[in-house]
């Protein structure tokens, strides 16, 4: 009687907690990660601890308006706090502190979980991430840009436009609308 060999099927694919489908190889063969392109053993270990998948990303979302009303009253803030009149002080100057701190309590958490070799890279790539995720790039018109720039000169922003000695006012603005618009390479 001739037996026939079994053959068994090899797992080539495998679903992660968050329903992705990840390929496998065989065992005992390294498998090259998408994020990172390094070749590991345990893919789905690798992917938890792994500095470059998106999913590992702190979820940080700052309050872009308060930030900047937050650093014009940045100046007047006392620094360190040690009477209670100070800190109620420093309440009403900026009732929600600083809309930063998470951020920074985050980042360094991240940074001291960071292999040593590469880790400036790591780091500028992070925060690449987390400052560009969610936005949205879109291209004004004529009459946006030129609001923009007298919304930004309004509120007290210092911009060097024309002149690098000189900041621009909200009437060389108005006089110069064709200069700004037409040579944006010249102002950057």
């Given at each position: 009687?001739?037996?026939?060999?079994v053959?068994?099927k090899k797992?080539?694919?495998?679903t992660?907690?968050?329903?992705?489908?990840?390929?496998?190889n065989?065992?005992?063969e390294?498998?090259?990660?998408e994020y990172?392109k390094?070749?590991v053993l345990d893919?789905?270990?690798?992917l938890k601890?792994c500095?470059?998948?998106?999913?590992?990303?702190p979820?940080?979302e700052l309050?872009?308006?308060?930030?900047?009303?937050?650093?014009?009253v940045?100046?007047?803030?006392?620094?360190i706090?040690c009477t209670?009149k100070e800190k109620?002080?420093?309440?009403i100057v900026?009732?929600?502190?600083?809309?930063?701190?998470?951020?920074?309590?985050?980042?360094?958490?991240?940074?001291?979980?960071?292999?040593?070799a590469?880790?400036d890279?790591m780091i500028?790539?992070?925060?690449?991430?987390?400052?560009?995720?969610?936005?949205?790039?879109?291209l004004?018109?004529?009459e946006?840009?030129f609001?923009?720039?007298?919304?930004?000169?309004?509120?007290?922003?210092?911009?060097f436009?024309?002149?690098?000695?000189?900041?621009i006012?909200?009437?060389?603005?108005e006089?110069n609308?064709d200069i700004?618009?037409e040579e944006?390479?010249?102002?950057?």
């Amino acid at each position: 009687m001739v037996e026939k060999a079994v053959r068994t099927k090899k797992v080539v694919s495998q679903t992660t907690l968050t329903s992705k489908k990840i390929k496998l190889n065989p065992i005992g063969e390294k498998i090259k990660c998408e994020y990172c392109k390094t070749n590991v053993l345990d893919i789905i270990r690798h992917l938890k601890k792994c500095h470059r998948n998106p999913q590992n990303a702190p979820n940080i979302e700052l309050d872009w308006e308060y930030v900047d009303d937050y650093n014009e009253v940045k100046e007047f803030l006392i620094k360190i706090p040690c009477t209670d009149k100070e800190k109620e002080f420093n309440k009403i100057v900026a009732p929600n502190g600083n809309p930063i701190a998470d951020f920074i309590g985050e980042m360094l958490d991240y940074t001291k979980s960071l292999p040593k070799a590469h880790k400036d890279a790591m780091i500028n790539a992070k925060l690449d991430e987390v400052f560009t995720s969610g936005v949205n790039v879109k291209l004004l018109n004529k009459e946006e840009y030129f609001d923009r720039l007298k919304e930004k000169v309004r509120k007290g922003q210092r911009l060097f436009l024309l002149d690098s000695l000189k900041p621009i006012t909200v009437e060389e603005i108005e006089k110069n609308k064709d200069i700004l618009w037409e040579e944006p390479k010249r102002l950057f």
